[in-house]
């Protein structure tokens, strides 16, 4: 089917307490183990092409590989571009076909945070995409570079929404990228304060360091998208390590990249269950 914008896929989430996933990928392998594990558990999904990826893709290789495979199934599916502060990439990536993108300018001073935002919301009016902002910082940029965390003021949070006019908001309450373990730990009583303030949809970063009780809370709450993504590149590797033990003898990488991907499914699945976006559409 059709691509469908971020604010399509979390207005649903939002009034019926779930959330809905946001993976990252970087092969057409993991993108289509993605969708059909989404297809498979009837959950709305968030594509996400960010860093690494858009280098080695491009942005109009990348929109046209998630629509391909968009155009496949009866699930929605949304092009959505993850983590980015340049605005050239961003209107580029418009263009190509995306129907959401992030600004990330929580390296920036706030009111240039603003500025930016407010720019970048204007030119996806024009293109119908769904922009999301983010305001605080986590602890680690999307690539592993060092940041300090600046966790998310709930007081900045209306100001920001109204200056700016994005669909979602990305907020720091603990979260750090790139985790391994599900050790993050998070300021509960500040997901609380700024559900109860946000005038958008919450999105929260850096989830594969969350732990499970901690993940199944924040879904129910006005998170309505949570990122996956350390999560699903860990799973990837590690199984092309055990397929690669298990079969000494394999020579053809497109086999190889295939048998590795069952448990990308089976992980993307357990994320969906437990964010409770399985059977909404």
Known sequence: MPLATLVEVLEDAQKNN??????????????????EAAREVRSPVILM??????????????AAL???????????????????????????????GFTSVMYD???????????????VVEVAKAFGVSVEAELGRVAKG???????????????????????????????V????GMQKQEAKIHLDLVDTLSRVAPV?????????????????IAKTAFSKINI????????????????????????QLQLLQLSTPKIKETVKEKIRLLGSENRC
């Not at 092409?49 to 990348?62: E, F, I, N, V």
């Not at 391909?68 to 599916?77: G, Q, R, Y």
């Not at 993504?229 to 053809?252: A, C, H, M, Q, Y």
Request: proline share 5%; hydrophobic share 40%.
């Open 142 to 172: 999307e690539e592993g570079e060092a940041a300090r965390e600046i966790l998310t003021d709930p007081s900045d949070v209306v100001m920001f929404c109204e200056r700016t006019g994005v669909d979602a908001l990305a907020v720091a």
């Open 18 to 35: 779930y959330a809905v996933p946001g993976f990252n990928f970087h092969l057409y392998e993991d993108l289509t183990a993605i969708v």
């Open 105 to 119: 300018g929580s390296m920036l001073p706030v009111e240039e945070n603003i500025a930016n935002s407010k720019i």
């Open 174 to 177: 603990g979260t750090v990228h």
């Open 201 to 217: 949809p919450l999105v929260l970063h850096g989830s594969s360091g969350v732990s499970d009780e901690d993940l199944g809370y």
């Open 66 to 96: 998630i629509r391909e495979v968009a155009n496949k199934v009866d699930i929605p599916v949304v092009a959505h571009l993850d983590h980015a502060s340049s605005m050239d990439l961003i209107f580029k990536s418009m263009h190509a």
């Open 229 to 252: 993504g350390t999560r699903i590149k860990t799973v990837f590797t590690e199984s092309i390590r055990e397929t690669l033990i298990t079969r000494p003898d394999l020579k053809d």
């Open 49 to 62: 092409a960010a860093g690494t990826c858009m280098k080695h893709w491009g942005p109009t290789l990348a």
